[in-house]
């Protein structure tokens, strides 16, 4: 059932979205609106905005808006339905009762869960049963205790085809809820078969506590190697990091690693603020959740190939966030789960206490490109150290490294700032070329993926956007315009569906306000609509802007036939005779 208008009132008055986006955002006041980097993609130059009046946001980097509810379902990873309730639940406000039980998708989200922590269970106990023995035999070899194992939730999933089915079956969970949990797959016979067969079992805890997935690992060479859970309602990978849930609580300083073993290798030495990613890719929202829970990262990868890109890759992308970005690096190629082993924990202290920064890593990296014993290796040298640092923002550090280059390439200090200092204008200036056409092409994409129709009929769509904004912010002026503009007259399909919706909230005597129609619509859509709230904004709005819209709306579907007027009806064609007169005067 749908939440009542009052509940929604009460959540809203006790959750501003002031007060609940910055314990996640450091805003800064600009006018009656607010400021701050953006929590959803990285960025140097503060570009997400907050505003109080509407309770809505928007950010102009990455197109990302909505209400307060959006705003917590995308940074906490969660569906409408629980957002509300983390709202609720940070307020004190008492959730309708049956709402969970009535939401579908809620429902099945929360059986995910259940079926995760059960099969947690399930595969820990197998652990220690006689088909177990040769997991916990590796997981021994590995050098871990039983108390890191019980710590983790470590398990074993057996090599039959329906160990773990059968036995959440007799739990009373559904074959259906286990493969949208991804712990059972269907057979191209119909029949439904575990997805996690003769695995070491590595569960994946969020940092609320909830197993929201698994990582299975074989005990021989056979391929894959791991098999993670995919997509599911409680879990996407680009938005956990696995063993936050430990690490959150270590400091404001993370490690981190690219494996499950070597982050379990690394507590039990005693480094409890080490995560991995899930993943190489390094998502942007994997970033920002670093960045929530550190001040500095220290990144330990394999010093092979894949590694270094791996870690170049993070480099690249942590670097928008504003962290301190480490590298480790450990002597002969080793990774912290031999190394520690080899030297003790008191040895790899000392690589993370001496572990580069960022900057001076990639300046390493670039010198073994070149044959800095010849002119040319070195001319080649400069000018890629010189773009490199003419990203750095803070002057006192492209000064330091500027010294340090030119002592390795006994080049002055000020020829090389010179350099930066060029390459950084060329940047700028290309990067001030590309804002407004790059604005225009994000605001486009978000078109095209909410409201396809809008790159049809333009002058129609910007219409309806500035009405429905207008509508949205002033609510009053709905009776007006119904009266004069029938709902299917709106040419775009998003557009025609949400004025429907303002109408019928309207005629219901309901509230009209962006948080009202988070239930309905996606992040996407969120955005869309908070957008078009944001462009209203400040303007002084009346009576005859109101009617102007409509009418050019009524102007633009009595001239949809233009193009091909033979499939207009007489009255269409008499229609669109009158809006030609009428745009001619």
């Not at 959750?15 to 009656?32: H, L, P, T």
């Not at 509300?84 to 998708?105: C, W, Y």
Request: neutral net charge; glycine residues 6%; hydrophobic residues 40%.
């Amino acid at each position: 059932m749908a939440l009542p208008d009052s509940f929604i009132q009460e959540l809203l008055s006790k959750n501003d979205i002031e007060s609940v986006a910055s314990s996640y955002v450091a805003f800064k006041r600009r006018g009656r609106n607010l400021v701050g980097l953006c929590p959803f993609h990285g960025e140097k130059t503060a570009s997400f905005n907050l505003y109080p009046e509407t309770n809505s946001f928007y950010c102009f980097g990455c197109g990302a808006g909505g209400d307060v509810i959006t705003f917590i379902k995308r940074i906490e990873n969660l569906d409408y339905i629980d957002a509300v309730k983390f709202l609720a639940d940070r307020s004190g406000v008492k959730m309708p009762e049956q709402t969970h039980e009535n939401d579908q998708i809620s429902r099945l989200r929360l059986r995910i869960l259940e079926a995760n922590r059960e099969a947690a269970r399930i595969f820990h106990a197998a652990l220690y049963r006689p088909e177990g023995k040769v997991a916990l035999d590796y997981y021994h070899s590995r050098g871990y205790t039983d108390a890191t194992i019980k710590h983790f939730g470590l398990g074993f999933a057996p090599a039959e085809w329906d160990y773990l089915l059968k036995a959440l079956r007799q739990k009373g969970f559904k074959d259906d809820e286990l493969i949208a949990a991804f712990l059972a797959a269907r057979g191209r016979n119909g029949g439904t078969y575990d997805v996690f067969r003769n695995r070491v079992m590595i569960p994946i805890i969020d940092i609320r506590g909830n197993v929201v997935g698994f990582g299975g690992r074989v005990l021989d060479d056979s391929k894959p190697k791991y098999i993670n859970t995919e997509s599911t309602l409680a879990f996407s990978k680009s938005r956990n990091l696995f063993a936050l849930n430990f690490a959150k609580n270590a400091g404001r300083e993370l490690n981190l690693c690219e494996g499950y073993m070597d982050v379990i290798a690394m507590h039990q030495a005693g480094f409890t603020n080490t995560v991995a990613a899930l993943g190489t890719s390094f998502p942007e929202e994997q970033m920002q959740l670093i960045a929530r829970y550190a001040d500095r990262i220290n990144l330990i990868f394999d010093a092979d190939g894949a590694g270094q890109k791996a870690t170049r890759r993070a480099i690249d992308n942590l670097r928008k966030t504003g962290l301190d970005v480490r590298v480790v690096t450990i002597p002969n190629g080793k990774d912290p789960d031999e190394f520690i082993k080899n030297n003790g924990a008191a040895a790899f202290k000392l690589l993370l206490d001496r572990a580069a920064n960022a900057v001076e890593h990639r300046l390493l990296e670039l010198g073994k490109n070149h044959n800095l014993q010849t002119s040319e290796g070195k001319l080649a040298y400069y000018h890629e150290a010189a773009k490199l640092l003419a990203v750095l923002d803070s002057p006192v550090e492209r000064d330091l490294y500027a010294g340090r280059l030119s002592e390795i390439l006994s080049v002055s200090k000020e020829a090389i700032l010179q350099e930066i200092d060029s390459v950084r204008q060329k940047k700028q200036r290309q990067e001030i070329k590309q804002q407004l056409p790059n604005l225009i092409r994000q605001e486009k994409r978000e078109m095209q993926s909410v409201n396809p129709d809008a790159v049809k009929f333009e002058r129609a769509a910007a219409a309806e956007e500035s009405l429905l904004g207008t509508l949205i912010l002033h609510p009053d002026y709905i009776r007006q315009v119904r009266a004069t503009l029938p709902a299917e007259q709106m040419m775009t399909e998003f557009n025609r569906g949400l004025y429907q919706r303002l109408l019928d909230r309207d005629r219901q005597g309901l509230l009209v306000e962006l948080a009202f129609l988070a239930a309905d619509y996606d992040e996407a859509g969120m955005a869309y609509i908070a957008r078009m709230v944001r462009d209203v904004g400040d303007r002084i709005v009346n009576p005859e802007e109101v009617a102007r819209c409509a009418a050019v709306i009524r102007e633009e579907y009595a001239l949809r036939h233009m193009n091909d007027p033979s499939s207009a009806s007489d009255e269409d064609i008499q229609a669109m005779m009158e809006a030609l007169r009428k745009r001619k005067q």
